[in-house]
């Protein structure tokens, strides 16, 4: 079955850096988009799509310019690189994995998803 794993969380300083990353396994990797969201108390919000050899990424308004998807599809793993952390990106980071364009992830409820890694900033 398709499992998605996600590593990487924690609890950092504001203005620090993670990286979370996500190893799939039960699927052929390259054929899928890959991307995060993030749940916070009350909501839900896309953060960041890859497309199949990661050519075209897109990232939320919330995080552009600070975020960065990236794919390894050798090692079946996506990564999101975050920066300059705020104490509201403060949320559980969900992998996925579907197969509906990228661009389209921002209303998007993609076919697998991982268990979710928490991410905590403070301020």
């Known amino acids: 079955q398709v499992q998605l794993v996600e590593s990487g969380g924690g609890l950092v300083q504001a203005g620090g850096s993670l990286r979370l990353s996500c190893a799939a396994s039960g699927l052929t990797f390259s054929n899928f988009a890959m991307g995060w969201f993030r749940q916070a108390p009350g909501k839900r919000e896309f953060v960041a799509s890859a497309?199949?050899?990661?050519?075209?990424?897109y990232h939320a308004d919330a995080v552009k310019g600070r975020f960065t998807i990236s794919r390894d599809n050798a090692k079946n793993t996506v990564y999101l690189q975050m920066n300059s952390l705020k104490p509201e990106d403060t949320a559980v980071y969900y992998c996925?994995?579907?197969?509906?364009?990228?661009?389209?992830?921002?209303?998007?409820?993609?076919?697998?998803w991982g268990q979710g890694t928490q991410v905590t900033v403070s301020s």
């Open positions: 996925a994995a579907g197969l509906r364009s990228p661009e389209l992830w921002n209303s998007y409820n993609p076919d697998y």
């Open positions: 497309s199949w050899a990661a050519f075209n990424t």
